[in-house]
DNA sequence: ACGAAATTGTTGACAACTCACCTATTCGCT
DNA sequence: AGCGAATAGGTGAGTTGTCAACAATTTCGT
């Protein structure tokens, strides 16, 4: 007994895809760019932007929070950052568990040599495309699909 | 001598962040949820549907094309498929060099079982968050970006 | 008809992500 | 004080993606 599944109907098929497609392009070409213009991985990009805006040192847990990682995610990338000398980790003094995670003077000179590249592709690649109506229209519904998806199970 | 990078302006970073999370959790929150109810990957899952459409039967690069990936990527993904029983590989007679990428019955059965699940929660975690006219400014501005970067060196 | 160039697809090494499980510490309750 | 639960973080195995180089055809110009 099994019901006929309810299928997109094509308005709802044609923005899905597009949306699917875009997001897709864009994010491969961003990730791509800094890779190569930065060498580093788009995920090293992230964690250092997010780890210097928060003043360049953070509890782990905090640091994967702002990423919005779990928490293995981010110690296989901190352990590799820690590798390449982008980040350094530092014991936590109250909390015998604990570790911040300390962006380097190398760290800081790689984020900030890589940020305005990024932003320029960011601007060239979207932003661009755009009217500000247009963006502001995107940034509202974005907002309400993440809050719509709070609600939301699994 | 170095310009100073022209950041993005509140409304855009706000715009660019809220894509960007939006994007992320609800590309997350879909991979995870065929995986777990199709003991299939997103990627087996992309695949399959793109393959049956198009009849089950393609050539390789047919395949990586409409999937849009690169040939690397599909060769791999072609090979744990085959392993898995979902597709097969047959020689192409008119091309020494070629193949034919071939949906098998558990391909045809996976993908079945699959995507009404999946639609459903494209549906749940998406589709219902917005309303018809939402939606359709949603495809219309991924559409722009899409045109936009089609124009755009890499 | 023949050699250069393009096309088709593969491979191997390596980086990155996920998932399940593990350790060490701290907290909270009695 | 002491014990079970929660918290902070790490680890290893397995899967997937990327990049560069490769082999085997086929195509095309002359």
């Known amino acids: 007994m099994q019901e006929t599944p309810r299928w997109l109907d094509p308005e709802q098929k044609t923005a899905w895809d597009s949306?699917?497609?875009m997001q897709e392009k864009l994010?491969?070409?961003?990730?791509?760019?800094?890779?190569?213009?930065?060498?580093?991985?788009?995920?090293?990009?992230?964690?250092?932007?997010?780890?210097?805006?928060?003043g360049g040192r953070l509890r782990f847990l905090e640091l994967?929070?702002?990423?919005?990682?779990?928490?293995?995610?981010?110690?296989?990338?901190v352990t590799r950052m820690t590798k390449r000398g982008l980040v350094a980790k530092e014991e936590c003094l109250d909390d015998g568990r604990g570790a911040?995670?300390?962006?380097?003077?190398?760290?800081?000179?790689?984020?900030?040599?890589?940020a305005p590249l990024h932003v320029e592709h960011v601007r060239r690649l979207f932003i661009d495309a755009l009217t500000p109506e247009e963006l502001s229209?995107?940034?509202?519904?974005s907002q309400r699909v993440l809050d719509h998806m709070e609600k939301q199970p699994d």
């Open 100 to 114: 911040f995670i300390i962006a380097t003077p190398a760290g800081y000179a790689a984020i900030e040599a890589a």
């Open 64 to 77: 994967a929070n702002l990423v919005e990682w779990e928490k293995s995610r981010m110690s296989h990338q």
């Open 27 to 54: 994010i491969g070409r961003l990730s791509r760019r800094v890779q190569t213009d930065s060498k580093m991985s788009a995920a090293d990009y992230i964690v250092l932007v997010k780890l210097t805006e928060a």
């Open 19 to 21: 949306f699917i497609r």
């Open 137 to 141: 229209t995107l940034a509202q519904i």
